[in-house]
Structure formats: C-alpha cells, structure tokens
C-alpha cells in the first residue's frame, strides 16, 4: 500500500495540451512532444505528459474559434458510462484499447502520463440511462442535474450520497489503472464556480475520486482544478489531493502574474510534505494555436523569468504550456536552469519577507541547519513599471546570522557575486516587473 505523500514527494513537473491546443490536441501531437522531452528537458525532472480536456470528443474544435465546448456534442463513450479515447484523434486506442498504447509509449521514453477529466458522469449518459460497471444501477440514478459546470456542458455532478456514485469513480480509475495513467487532472472541482455562495460543493465528489484512486492500487498523483482554491478547506485538500490550483486559468498578462504574489503569499504555509498549492501552467513559447492564432507568449523576458522565479521559491508544480517541439532558445534556457529548477524540487520554508505595490521579497532555504551550512535563496522582485532599486535589510530574512559573512551567487546568471555580511542591506535596481534571485551560503 502507497501513501498519497508518496505519490508526489516533490512538485510535479511536466508538459500540458491545454495552452497551446486547446481541446483540439492529437495523439501523433501528444508523441511529438513527449518526444521532445525525453530527449531535452527529462534529465532537469520534466517528466509528465498530460492531455488535457475533451480526448473524447471527435468533434473538438470544429466550432473553434467562436465555441470551445460544442454543446450536446456525441463523446466516445463505453458501456459503462465511461468515457474514452475519440478514435478519429487517437488511432491506438481503437478495439478498446484506450489510453493504454500512448501511455506505454511514453513510459518507454522514462516519462509518466497524465489525462484531464472533467467531474462527474456524462449527461448523454444520464439522459439514455447508461450503466454503471458492477451494478444495476444507471447514470441518471447518481447524476445531480442541479450540480453542473458554469463553463462546460458535458456532465452533471455526483451524488455521493447515491448507491452506485462509489461504483462509478471506482470504475473510471479501475480503467484508467489499465491504461497505466499516472496522473489525474479533475476539473470543475476545487472550486465551483457555477455556485459562489458554495464554491467548494464538490467536496464529497473529491473523497469519492481519492478513494477511488487508493482503491485501484495504481499510484495517480490528484491535481484539481479550477481556482481559486478556498484556503478554509486546506485541510481537506492536502488529506485528498496532491495540487490543487490557486488561481483560475493564468494567462500570459501582467496583472494576472502580479495578482499571484498575493496567491502565494495566502497559501505558503501549506506547501510540502506531499501538498502542493499550484500556480497553474506556465504560458511561456508558442501559444494558442488551438484558440484560433497561434501567436508567442505576452509576457516579457523579465516577466517570464520573474514568473518561473515566483513559481520555484514557492515550490509550485510546473506544467508547460507551449509546443515542445517549437521551443525558442531563451524559454529553453528559463527550463533548463538546474540551480533554479533545484529550489522547486528540494527548498523548504518560502515564506513572503515583504511585499507592497512597488516591490515583494522572498525567501527560502536549502541544505539544511544554518550549523551544517545552511543556503538561504532570496528573490527581489520589482512589481513596479518602472525601473526600481529593489532592496532588503539582511537582518529581515529568518535565519540570516548577523555576524557571518556570506558568497552570494545570483542563481539566473549562475555567477558569484560579492560576499556580504549579515547585517548588511542588499539592493539592485530591477527593470519593470524584473527580478534578481541569491542564494547566500554561510
């Protein structure tokens, strides 16, 4: 038997459809960028792949760009009220064989393998009284059709109180154990939004799909979605799941990647120990084409770096966004970062040292007790427009020995700097929304 802290000792790192193709993505598009990663990024700890939402339609984005989801359309459905791979889209799985050909593709790369779910069970199901795997039981007899998504149209919520609602999640995971699926994405779940007077309503459905997952006897990492989280159920999240995201969708804006410095300041003392809050994708390269224009990411070079800082001070998952195989240099360079990509994986106690409308700092620490050297990362953040000096007493940061003095390497530029001694003020003048990132060895 597994714990679900097991499941994901570390922040999931990996690759997701969504940002660049919407729901439009194809198997041979999924390979190619499983593909990418094995051969350049799986050596810094990338290694998710995850096809996000409607593999089942064959009809995906035919409406595209004015629909996105084609209301009442026809998904590929099993007998059992199960969703499956459209064949049109994901030619391996015909003859019932599902996710399973792609899946064992994509282990054979060293890689792990993600699918997107919505909650709940299909309405076409509910409304032809479809059956459920190992019971008399129908869907229309576990639907809630007063429990819906305000943004997509295929499924009615569970009813965890029904007879059959336990079947049923045990039947979608007892499947996707045999397609050997490594990691879930659940959406319209963590929060609710259709019903904002109870955006966490589906908090039996999240014990039914955790408990679904323990019971098919395959480790799945749990990641829910959408945003933002409720931080009063923080509890409940890191008993259930293993992310859960703390904002909605994050686009490739300035005000969005702003907004998450207070996102993480809310929700810093809840990472760790298998728990990990998540920012959402990273919308870095190419973006968009399943949208209607492909075009490249609107965030700066400096907002890009300041965001893959943010996201790995606060030991966020990273999930790319963009299509691998069109990866630019500089995007590279930012995933490519061993010391920086280090602090998601292995940092503890990022906490928010100070933050205010024209500057944040950040802190964390590595290698242990400040007896046995401990390393102390520091992130200056410039959330002005302009360019600003950006400094910190020394003295500020837990941990900082007054008396010590200490090298200070700048983890983007991998250089050392200047040493420094504790009780010293640290500045350097940022350009908009720029950063600089330290680490201070004693």
Same mark, same amino acid.
Request: with cysteine.
């Given at each position: 038997?597994?714990?679900?802290?097991? +499941?994901?000792?570390?922040?999931? *790192?990996?690759?997701?459809?969504?940002?660049?193709?919407?729901?439009?993505?194809?198997?041979?598009?999924?390979?190619?960028?499983?593909?990418?990663?094995?051969?350049?990024?799986?050596?810094?700890?990338?290694?998710?792949? +995850? +096809?996000?939402?409607?593999?089942?339609?064959?009809?995906?984005?035919?409406?595209?760009?004015?629909?996105?989801?084609?209301? &009442?359309?026809? &998904?590929?459905?099993?007998? %059992?009220?199960?969703?499956?791979?459209?064949?049109?889209?994901?030619?391996?799985?015909?003859?019932?064989?599902?996710?399973?050909?792609?899946?064992?593709?994509?282990?054979?790369?060293?890689?792990?393998?993600?699918?997107?779910?919505?909650?709940?069970?299909?309405?076409?199901?509910?409304?032809?009284?479809?059956?459920?795997?190992?019971?008399?039981?129908?869907?229309?007899?576990?639907?809630?059709?007063?429990?819906?998504?305000?943004?997509?149209?295929?499924?009615?919520?569970?009813? /965890?109180?029904?007879?059959?609602?336990?079947?049923?999640?045990?039947?979608?995971?007892?499947?996707?154990?045999?397609?050997?699926?490594?990691?879930?994405?659940?959406?319209?779940?963590?929060?609710?939004?259709?019903?904002?007077?109870?955006?966490?309503?589906?908090?039996?459905?999240?014990?039914?799909?955790?408990?679904?997952?323990?019971?098919?006897?395959?480790?799945?990492?749990?990641?829910?979605?959408?945003?933002? /989280?409720?931080?009063?159920?923080?509890?409940? $999240?890191?008993?259930?799941?293993?992310?859960?995201?703390?904002?909605?969708?994050?686009?490739?804006?300035?005000? $969005?990647?702003?907004?998450?410095?207070?996102?993480?300041?809310?929700?810093?003392?809840?990472?760790?120990?298998?728990?990990?809050?998540?920012?959402?994708?990273?919308?870095?390269?190419?973006?968009?084409?399943?949208?209607?224009?492909?075009?490249?990411?609107?965030?700066?070079? !400096?907002?890009? =770096?300041?965001? *893959?800082?943010?996201?790995?001070?606060?030991?966020?998952?990273?999930?790319?966004?963009? !299509?691998?195989?069109?990866?630019?240099?500089?995007?590279?360079?930012? $995933?490519?970062?061993?010391?920086?990509?280090?602090?998601? =994986?292995?940092?503890?106690?990022?906490?928010?040292?100070?933050?205010?409308?024209?500057? @944040?700092? %950040? /802190?964390?620490?590595?290698?242990? @007790?400040?007896?046995?050297?401990?390393?102390?990362?520091? /992130?200056?953040?410039?959330?002005?427009?302009?360019?600003?000096?950006?400094?910190?007493? $020394?003295?500020?940061?837990?941990? +900082?020995?007054?008396?010590?003095?200490?090298?200070?390497? !700048?983890?983007?530029?991998?250089?050392?700097?200047?040493?420094?001694?504790?009780?010293?003020?640290?500045?350097?003048?940022?350009?908009?929304?720029? @950063?600089?990132?330290?680490?201070?060895?004693?």
């Amino acid at each position: 038997m597994y714990s679900k802290n097991d +499941v994901a000792p570390v922040p999931p *790192m990996g690759w997701n459809s969504y940002d660049y193709y919407n729901t439009m993505v194809t198997e041979e598009q999924v390979r190619a960028n499983a593909d990418y990663m094995a051969l350049n990024l799986k050596e810094y700890g990338w290694e998710y792949i +995850v +096809v996000d939402i409607q593999w089942s339609d064959p009809d995906a984005g035919k409406l595209n760009p004015n629909v996105q989801y084609i209301p &009442f359309s026809h &998904f590929c459905i099993d007998e %059992w009220s199960r969703q499956i791979p459209a064949p049109n889209r994901f030619p391996s799985s015909t003859g019932g064989k599902g996710f399973k050909p792609l899946a064992d593709y994509i282990h054979s790369l060293g890689l792990k393998f993600g699918i997107h779910i919505m909650r709940g069970i299909p309405r076409i199901c509910a409304h032809t009284h479809t059956k459920i795997l190992g019971t008399d039981i129908t869907a229309d007899m576990i639907a809630n059709p007063f429990s819906i998504s305000r943004w997509n149209g295929d499924m009615y919520g569970v009813d /965890a109180s029904k007879k059959g609602a336990a079947e049923y999640y045990d039947s979608l995971f007892a499947l996707y154990a045999e397609w050997g699926v490594d990691y879930v994405k659940v959406d319209d779940i963590c929060n609710t939004n259709m019903y904002p007077q109870n955006p966490y309503s589906a908090e039996k459905e999240i014990e039914l799909i955790a408990h679904a997952i323990e019971y098919c006897g395959r480790p799945m990492v749990l990641s829910l979605s959408p945003g933002p /989280a409720v931080v009063e159920k923080a509890w409940h $999240l890191e008993t259930f799941a293993n992310m859960w995201r703390i904002t909605d969708d994050f686009w490739d804006t300035w005000p $969005l990647l702003k907004a998450m410095f207070e996102r993480c300041e809310v929700w810093q003392k809840h990472v760790g120990g298998g728990n990990w809050p998540d920012c959402d994708m990273l919308p870095l390269g190419v973006l968009a084409k399943g949208f209607g224009k492909e075009r490249m990411t609107g965030l700066s070079p !400096d907002e890009q =770096r300041t965001m *893959m800082t943010l996201w790995c001070m606060f030991r966020s998952p990273l999930m790319i966004g963009t !299509d691998l195989p069109q990866l630019d240099s500089f995007t590279k360079s930012l $995933l490519t970062n061993r010391e920086v990509l280090w602090l998601q =994986r292995f940092s503890s106690g990022a906490y928010q040292v100070m933050r205010d409308e024209r500057q @944040c700092v %950040w /802190a964390s620490y590595s290698g242990g @007790c400040p007896a046995k050297g401990m390393q102390i990362n520091i /992130a200056l953040f410039n959330l002005s427009d302009e360019a600003e000096e950006v400094a910190v007493k $020394l003295s500020a940061v837990s941990g +900082v020995n007054p008396s010590a003095i200490y090298a200070v390497r !700048d983890l983007w530029k991998k250089e050392d700097l200047f040493p420094l001694n504790g009780d010293a003020l640290i500045g350097m003048k940022l350009p908009p929304h720029g @950063c600089v990132l330290l680490q201070l060895k004693g």
